[in-house]
C-alpha cells in the first residue's frame, strides 16, 4: 500500500483521528496507530496529529502505508449478527428517529469490548442499521454493572455533533441508586478530585488530593430522593463531569456506597434480603437533538432495582415518554 490522501467529508467533522481510522480501517490496533500519529506518518493537511485530535470537513489526511493486515477499508466480508443478539438489541430500544437511538442497557452487559467480553452492545449496533449503509456508533459509555440509557447516532456526522454536546455540558444525565446509609446534608455538590489507580480489569479510580498532578477534577449534584431510615437511600445524581466510576467514588466519599458495589463499598454494600447488583440505573438523558430542539427521554428501572424500590416503599412512578422539545424559531 502506497501514501494516500482522503478529504475529510463534511458528515465526519469534529471526528477524532482513531475514530475515523476505526471507522475506515477497523483492523489498525489502537497502539499501531498511535505509533504512527507519534511518528508524524499520519497528518493532516500537513501537520502533525496525536490520536485524540479533531478533524475538520475539507482537511486533507495522509493515510501512510498501514501494517499487515490493517489495509483493508471497512466494508469487507463479516460473520453476520446472531439473530438473537439482533432482537435483544432491539428490544433495548426506548427512542429513535433518523438521526439518533437511545437504548435502555440491562445491567451485566458491557458498553464495549475488554479482555473476556464477548457480547458488548458495540458488536450488536448492526442489529440497528435497517439496511443503511452507515453503522450507528456509541457516542458515550456507562459501565458495565450499571444500567440504563445509552446514546446511539446514525450518522459519524450526528456522532461528531452530540459528543461535542457532551464535551460541553450541554448534556443533563439524570442517575437514580439506592445507597447504603444516609448522607448529611441530604442534598449539594460533591467536589471530589479522583486519580486512576493500576491499569486493565483491576483499575481502580480513588478520591485524590486537589494538589495531585494526576487528578481530575470531578463534580456531581446529589439529592436524596427518598429514604427507608438511615439504612438504605434513594438518591438522584446529577454528573456535571464524566470521570470513570465517578458516581461509585462520589457516593462512597459521602459514606453512602451503592448498594451492591463491593468494589468500591466492600462489605457495607451487602444487605441480606436484596440482590448483590449494582444499583445504578442511567434514568434520564436531556440532550441537543442535532436537528434542533431538545430530546427529554427516560429509561425504567432495571428488575433487581424495581424489586428493592418495591420492597423499600420507594415510588418511582411511571416512566415518561420520550418528548422533542423544538427550539422557539420551531425547527
Not at 236 to 243: A, E, I, K, V, Y
Request: charge should be positive; glycine fraction near 10%.
Amino acid at each position: 500500500m502506497s501514501v494516500m490522501t482522503r478529504v475529510i467529508d463534511q458528515d465526519e467533522a469534529e471526528m477524532r483521528v482513531d475514530r475515523w481510522f476505526r471507522r475506515h480501517y477497523p483492523s489498525l490496533t489502537q497502539g499501531a496507530l498511535q505509533k504512527l500519529c507519534r511518528t508524524g506518518q499520519i497528518r493532516l493537511d500537513g501537520k502533525r496529529v496525536t490520536a485524540s485530535t479533531r478533524v475538520i470537513a475539507g482537511q486533507n489526511l495522509r493515510i501512510p502505508p498501514l501494517p499487515e493486515g490493517a489495509r483493508a477499508p471497512l466494508g469487507g466480508q463479516k460473520r453476520p449478527l446472531d439473530p438473537s443478539l439482533i432482537r435483544d438489541i432491539q428490544r433495548m430500544v426506548v427512542y429513535q428517529d433518523k438521526a439518533l437511538i437511545v437504548l435502555n442497557k440491562p445491567s451485566g452487559l458491557a458498553t464495549q469490548g475488554g479482555p473476556g467480553i464477548t457480547t458488548h452492545i458495540d458488536m450488536m449496533l448492526d442489529g440497528l442499521r435497517e439496511g443503511e449503509a452507515e453503522r450507528p456508533r456509541l457516542v458515550h459509555r456507562i459501565d458495565r454493572d450499571t444500567s440504563g440509557l445509552l446514546l446511539v447516532a446514525r450518522t459519524p456526522g450526528v456522532a461528531a455533533k452530540l459528543a461535542a454536546a457532551f464535551r460541553g455540558r450541554h448534556v443533563k444525565k439524570t442517575y437514580w441508586a439506592v445507597v447504603v446509609g444516609r448522607p448529611s446534608p441530604q442534598s449539594g455538590t460533591i467536589d471530589q478530585p479522583l486519580v486512576k489507580l493500576g491499569a486493565g480489569q483491576g483499575a481502580l479510580m480513588m478520591a485524590a488530593d486537589r494538589k495531585d498532578a494526576d487528578a481530575q477534577r470531578a463534580l456531581t449534584d446529589y439529592e436524596v430522593v427518598d429514604a427507608a431510615g438511615r439504612k438504605l437511600t434513594w438518591l438522584q445524581l446529577n454528573p456535571l463531569t464524566g470521570r470513570t466510576h465517578q458516581l461509585r467514588v462520589h457516593c462512597e466519599s459521602l459514606g453512602t456506597p451503592i448498594l451492591g458495589d463491593p468494589k468500591y463499598g466492600g462489605d457495607k454494600t451487602h444487605i441480606e434480603g436484596f440482590e448483590d447488583r449494582l444499583h445504578l440505573h442511567a434514568r434520564h438523558l436531556e440532550i441537543p437533538h442535532p436537528e434542533g430542539g431538545m430530546l427529554s427521554v427516560a429509561a425504567p428501572l432495571p428488575p433487581h432495582m424495581n424489586e428493592t424500590f418495591r420492597r423499600l416503599g420507594f415510588a418511582a412512578g411511571e416512566t415518561p415518554k420520550a418528548k422533542r422539545l423544538k427550539n422557539k424559531a420551531g425547527s
